[in-house]
């Protein structure tokens, strides 16, 4: 799978990413979903954490852990592989990305604290307005942050802290001309620094699908609040399906699916199976 460098692509290419990144992850449903449910169960626990610095930084580092796992899933499906659980698993490489990923944002979100205060507040009273959470337990004693409930599960755990923070992600990706890198380091496992470089190449030369996924990406929030946070739980591994294609769009010079899809009944074989 040799990269062929950044090209230009028609304006409204944008749109077919988001359909074509659907279409892979629909080819091989149950293998998605075995996956989508890890991914679930991991930003579970991480939501119980009591530290909410530690527990916040947890879910950017599994959000960029989620979208490298599922840019390896939706490269598999693409390209006809049968891999198995193994082949999809995040590798140190990509932990350290992650981690950098999230040290990033993190910076970021402390930086924009005495923003962040008000809107923190302003979610406090409407939940305790509408009778999803006091300020105090039925013994009297102080009650845990709204955020740590799992009463509040329906809109923040998983999908509404989960949609946020891959938000997050993609934007922080966006705003610094990196959205190709994840896809690029996955499949390619280039040094850092050209790797960079290359993702910023491709903005200059395809500014209007650029602009395109933005203005996606500034109406989920409002997709997370319409749908109570539900649409959080399918939002990492559609978005790792879209980086996939976009990069394999830009970079590989393959616009559309390679083949047909596999029987799910063989989705997962032993690690090592001859491809």
């Given at each position: 799978?040799?990269?062929?460098g950044?090209?230009q692509v028609e304006?409204?290419?944008w749109?077919?990413?988001?359909?074509?990144?659907?279409?892979?992850?629909?080819?091989r449903?149950?293998?998605?979903?075995?996956?989508?449910?890890?991914?679930l169960f991991?930003?579970?626990?991480?939501?119980?954490m009591?530290?909410?610095?530690?527990?916040?930084s947890?879910?950017?580092?599994?959000?960029?852990?989620g979208?490298?796992?599922?840019?390896?899933?939706?490269?598999?499906v693409?390209?006809?592989?049968?891999?198995?659980?193994?082949?999809?698993?995040?590798?140190?490489?990509d932990?350290?990305?992650?981690?950098g990923l999230?040290?990033?944002?993190?910076?970021?979100?402390?930086?924009l604290?005495?923003?962040?205060?008000p809107?923190?507040?302003?979610?406090?009273?409407?939940?305790e307005?509408?009778?999803?959470?006091?300020?105090?337990?039925?013994?009297?004693?102080?009650?845990p942050p709204?955020?740590?409930?799992?009463?509040l599960?329906?809109?923040?755990?998983p999908?509404?802290?989960?949609?946020?923070a891959?938000?997050?992600?993609l934007?922080?990706?966006?705003?610094?001309?990196?959205?190709?890198?994840?896809?690029m380091?996955?499949?390619?496992?280039?040094p850092?620094?050209?790797a960079m470089?290359?993702?910023?190449r491709a903005?200059?030369l395809?500014?209007?699908?650029?602009?395109g996924?933005?203005g996606?990406?500034?109406?989920?929030p409002?997709?997370?609040?319409?749908?109570l946070?539900?649409?959080?739980?399918?939002?990492?591994?559609y978005?790792?399906?879209?980086l996939?294609?976009?990069y394999?769009?830009?970079?590989l010079?393959?616009a559309?699916a390679?083949?047909?899809?596999?029987?799910?009944?063989?989705?997962?074989?032993?690690?090592?199976?001859?491809?």
């Open positions: 799978m040799p990269a062929l950044p090209r304006p409204d290419a749109q077919e990413w988001l359909k074509e990144g659907a279409t892979l992850l629909g080819r449903p149950m293998l998605t979903l075995k996956w989508t449910v890890v991914s991991l930003f579970y626990m991480s939501h119980r009591s530290w909410p610095e530690f527990r916040y947890s879910h950017f580092f599994l959000v960029g852990l979208l490298m796992l599922f840019i390896r899933l939706a490269s598999a693409d390209n006809r592989r049968r891999t198995g659980w193994r082949d999809l698993l995040p590798t140190n490489r932990a350290v990305l992650a981690l999230a040290a990033a944002l993190f910076a970021i979100l402390t930086a604290g005495a923003m962040l205060g809107l923190a507040d302003a979610f406090r009273q409407t939940v307005g509408f009778g999803l959470w006091s300020p105090v337990t039925a013994e009297g004693l102080p009650a709204p955020l740590s409930q799992l009463l599960g329906p809109v923040l755990v999908g509404g802290t989960v949609g946020l891959l938000v997050a992600s934007a922080l990706l966006l705003a610094f001309g990196q959205f190709f890198l994840l896809p380091m996955v499949l390619h496992q280039p850092l620094p050209p470089v290359m993702s910023a903005y200059p395809n500014p209007v699908p650029i602009m996924l933005s996606v990406l500034m109406l989920a409002l997709l997370l609040v319409i749908s946070g539900w649409v959080g739980m399918v939002v990492v591994p978005a790792g399906s879209v996939y294609v976009a394999r769009d830009v970079f010079g393959e559309e390679a083949g047909e899809p596999l029987d799910d009944d063989a989705e997962e074989l032993p690690h090592g199976y001859p491809r």
